[in-house]
Each structure stands twice: as structure tokens, then as C-alpha cells.
């Protein structure tokens, strides 16, 4: 490579010496990718650790395990299984020992593959147990039907391998610990409930799990043992096939009763998100400008408006078809709405629209889903009715300012965000689809992340202020403001606590 390197530099740099330096280049990094060794999908090492990674990310799954390694300042000898695997009801998992929080912690990935996402569709309700097919309905603990199968795969294989009594042999008094992210804050949750008998010790950690994850029996079963955590305005903590059903009725009711020509909606909305980015700080308007009629009929839908138009009058004569759902659904707080306060918990209807077609030409596999065909839409709302994310969920919101201190004034620095607070939420109120432009951000794991850390520096160390946390910094400690502080006061200062339970 050397002597390549001084044939160039000794040449004038034409066109040809170029094309022949770059040829070279390439052919030396190929040729150092396929010397370079690669870390397989599955290592599994109970005494030592798994080895290292390459030296180069390409190689096998090194990026992955390098990742991991610069996020958590492990070293490899602390990672006892490190999985990736992409077989169904199957997760990539890792296994390590961390000595900072003195635990033996199962992190289970979330939704990356194809395979991944099959599971998530796989969402008819299940019982979890075996002992739960025989008792009655309201006794039994159901949960997603992909979630379920996977996760005892995973429980049964930690058992039969003794993964924990390897780790505990090394680290005797650590607990147990697993944690996840969506699919797997999904799948640690529903694990705990099989792995809790053989480790009573057993805490889990569900970050951002999905909305249609377990009954209420389930929730309540897993309370003392399982805590969710979930960010914003995150879309999955409400998605379940019921609340997409109910968004679906919605659009099509926003479809009729909104009586402009959509093609005119578009174009104007367009032509405003193009104005609004070529010109600084314009002030025009971030919505569609509506009627106080039309306005109200979006806020509150009614689908009878729907079906007294003339294709949604297509829909009324298939009433009666309907398996669950009403027409018209009371759900929204008539005060001033906001995300802590705008749906009523104990409004459990949602909307649903029936097919355009009736029964009668259904065919004979619809008509007995539960012989032939276990995954009707129907069967789906019928075989886990209001599902929840967890029966303990701590939601972490943004505030637009920081709290008011009698006789100060509050830190306005432009680009300072003040930290968030955390709701211990009713799970309930997590039934129905909010949309907003932040839905899929927040669902992003270096964005709860980042979240958690700001909220836990604000709860730390209630009195200084921090600078805006970027979402590079992972391990690193974030900086407070130098020489300014909150001034409160020692016996007021759990009036301004960043965790708090909704009233």
C-alpha cells in the first residue's frame, strides 16, 4: 500500500493515476473487510464475556455490538449473550452485567426486521398461560397474540439454558432486570409473568410499549412488578386494532362533513408549508381556517352526519353488522384540553364504520373465523376488548415554561427547553389515536432517551439548570448553567417535584 501510495505522489496526478489510486484504495479496504474478523449473530459466553468486536463496522453484526458497547461503556466481558436474530417469534437480545446499577439486565430489541413486524401484526388477543384457556373471561389474562408466543420463547429458552444462574453465579446478589423498547418493552412485559416464579426478585422496564398489549386482568397482575414508560405524543402506546378502526371512522367522517373540494385543501395547504419555509418567520397560518359548525363536527364526530351524505350512505344500511363501536362517541374533556387532560378515562366506546357490504355476501371462512380464520378484523376487536400498555405507566411531557417562582423571574435564554415532567397516567386514557406532527418522533428511543436523562438531572438537582441536551450525548453528564440556580426554597421544594400523579 505504500509503495502505491509513493508511485502516485511521485506521478503527476492526472486523470488515468486518479482513476488508478481509486481503484487501488478500493481493493485495499476490501481486501482488510474480508481479513477483518466478524461478530456472529449469536454469541453466547456465561463464564468470560463474548469477544470484541472487528475493526470494521461492516463486518457481521459488529456495528451492532459496537453501538452498544460506545452507548453503555460496557466492556464485552460483561456481555454474557449477545442474539440477532430475524426467525418469527424470535427477538434480538443481549444479556449483561452492570456493575453500575448492580443488576443482571436482559435488553430485548424493538421492531428493526420484517420478521419483527410480522409479529406486531400478529394481534388478536391470546391467553398468556395455559391455566387461562379454562378459566372464565372475566378471570383470564390475554394479551397480543405475537407478543405472547415470543415472549415464551424467549422465557422458556432463558430457563432451559440457566442464563441467570450463570450471571448470579458470577454476581450473586444482583437482581434480575430485563427491559425493552416497543416491541421489546412489549415483550419484557408479558416475560416477567413467566420468568417471575423461578426469579421472584424480577423487575421490568417496558420503554414506549405498544397500546394493544394486555387486558386489564394482566395489567393489574404485573403491577408490583412492571413499570411503562412512555413519551409525549407517542403513536404506539395507542395503537391497537380498536383505535384504528376508530381513526379510520373519523377520516371518513372528516371526508363528508368537510364540504371543500380536497383537492383545493391540498393545494392551499401546500402552497402554505412552501411559503412558510421560503420566508423567515412568517406568520401565516399553521391550520386549515374551518367554519364554528364544521370546526365542531371534527372536534366531537357524529357518523350519522357521515351517512346522510352520499357515500356515506353507502355505510348506513350495514348498521346492524357492527361487532363493536357506536355511532357517536362523548370522549373529549369540554374545558381546556391539553395532553395530561383532554380524553375522559372512563369513555371506553370507540367509533367504528361498517363494511360497505352486508354479511350475506360474506364468504363461509368469514362467517366461523374462529375454525378457519383466525385473523378477521372483527375477531380482532372481539378477542381483547379495551386493551391497555401497562396498569403502571409513567407518561414524560413537555412543558412550555419553567414553574413560577413567587418573586423571580424565570430562565428565558433562547433555545433553553426546560425540563419535562412525568404523569403516573391512567392507562385508560391511551385508547384513542392523537394525532399530532410529533406522534412518530417521540416514539424514537434516543428521544425517550434523552428525555429520561433531562427529567433525571431535574430531579437530581432541582435547583440548577441545564443546557439543551443533545441527542448525541448518551453516557456523558450533562453541564448545568454556571452561576445561575432555581431559587427554591428547602421547604417548597417538592412543590415543584417533576413526578407527580394526575389529579
Not at 418469527?88 to 446499577?101: E, G, N, P
Request: aromatic fraction near 10%; glycine fraction near 6%.
Amino acid at each position: 500500500m505504500l509503495l502505491f501510495l509513493e508511485f502516485f505522489i511521485s506521478n503527476r496526478p492526472n486523470k488515468v493515476n486518479l482513476v488508478v489510486f481509486k481503484i487501488g484504495i478500493l481493493k485495499y479496504f476490501n481486501f482488510k473487510y474480508y481479513r477483518n474478523p466478524k461478530a456472529p449473530d449469536r454469541q453466547v459466553d456465561l463464564e468470560n464475556g463474548i469477544t470484541g468486536p472487528g475493526g470494521c463496522l461492516c463486518a457481521g453484526r459488529n456495528c451492532y455490538l459496537a453501538a452498544f458497547l460506545e452507548m453503555s461503556q460496557l466492556e464485552t466481558g460483561h456481555i454474557l449473550v449477545f442474539q440477532i436474530t430475524d426467525k418469527f417469534y424470535d427477538a434480538a437480545l443481549m444479556m449483561v452485567i452492570d456493575d453500575i446499577t448492580e443488576a443482571i439486565v436482559v435488553v430485548v430489541r424493538g421492531t428493526l426486521s420484517g420478521t419483527d413486524t410480522l409479529i406486531d401484526l400478529v394481534a388478536a388477543g391470546e391467553p398468556l398461560r395455559d391455566e387461562d384457556y379454562s378459566l372464565p373471561n372475566d378471570q383470564k389474562l390475554i394479551a397480543h397474540s405475537g407478543m405472547v408466543r415470543t415472549s415464551r420463547n424467549i422465557a422458556n429458552k432463558i430457563i432451559e439454558d440457566k442464563w441467570i444462574e450463570s450471571a448470579k453465579a458470577l454476581r450473586p446478589k444482583y437482581p434480575l432486570v430485563i427491559t425493552g423498547h416497543s416491541l421489546g418493552g412489549g415483550l419484557v412485559s408479558l416475560m416477567c409473568v413467566f420468568l417471575k416464579p423461578h426469579f421472584p426478585e424480577i423487575k421490568a422496564y417496558a420503554f414506549s410499549p405498544p397500546g394493544g398489549l394486555m387486558n386489564k386482568n394482566l395489567a393489574e397482575f404485573t403491577r408490583d412488578y412492571l413499570c411503562s414508560i412512555t413519551y409525549g405524543y407517542d403513536l404506539i402506546g395507542h395503537l391497537d386494532s380498536q383505535t384504528m378502526e376508530d381513526l379510520r371512522a373519523r377520516i371518513f367522517h372528516a371526508l363528508c362533513v368537510y364540504r371543500t373540494p380536497k383537492f383545493r385543501a391540498l393545494t392551499n395547504q401546500m402552497c402554505l408549508t412552501i411559503t412558510r419555509n421560503l420566508v423567515c418567520k412568517s406568520k401565516l397560518p399553521q391550520v386549515i381556517r374551518l367554519d364554528a359548525v364544521t370546526g365542531s363536527k371534527l372536534i366531537d364526530p357524529d357518523m350519522n352526519d357521515a351517512y346522510e351524505t352520499p357515500i356515506g350512505s353507502k355505510f348506513k344500511p350495514h348498521l346492524k353488522d357492527r361487532v363493536v363501536g357506536s355511532t357517536k362517541v362523548d370522549r373529549l374533556y369540554v374545558s381546556d384540553r391539553s395532553l395530561m387532560r383532554w380524553k375522559k378515562p372512563d369513555c371506553h366506546s370507540l367509533l367504528v364504520l361498517p363494511r360497505p357490504y352486508p354479511k350475506s355476501l360474506y364468504p363461509e371462512c368469514l362467517l366461523e373465523p374462529k375454525k378457519h380464520n383466525l385473523y378477521t378484523l372483527d375477531l380482532l376487536m372481539e378477542s381483547m376488548l379495551r386493551p391497555i400498555p401497562s396498569g403502571r405507566l409513567l407518561h414524560i411531557i413537555e412543558v412550555d415554561k419553567e414553574f413560577e417562582v413567587e418573586g423571580e423571574q424565570s430562565y428565558k435564554k433562547p433555545g433553553y427547553q426546560p425540563p419535562p415532567i412525568a404523569i403516573w397516567s391512567n392507562a385508560e386514557t391511551f385508547n384513542s389515536i392523537l394525532i399530532h406532527p410529533k406522534m412518530i418522533f417521540n416514539h424514537s428511543p434516543i428521544y425517550v432517551s434523552t428525555a429520561l436523562n433531562r427529567l433525571y438531572d431535574s430531579i437530581m438537582h432541582p435547583r440548577k439548570i441545564f443546557c439543551k441536551i443533545h441527542l448525541n450525548t448518551y453516557y456523558k453528564e450533562a453541564k448545568s448553567v454556571p452561576g445561575i440556580e432555581r431559587k427554591y426554597a428547602d421547604h417548597c421544594i417538592d412543590n415543584y417535584c417533576r413526578v407527580r400523579k394526575l389529579k
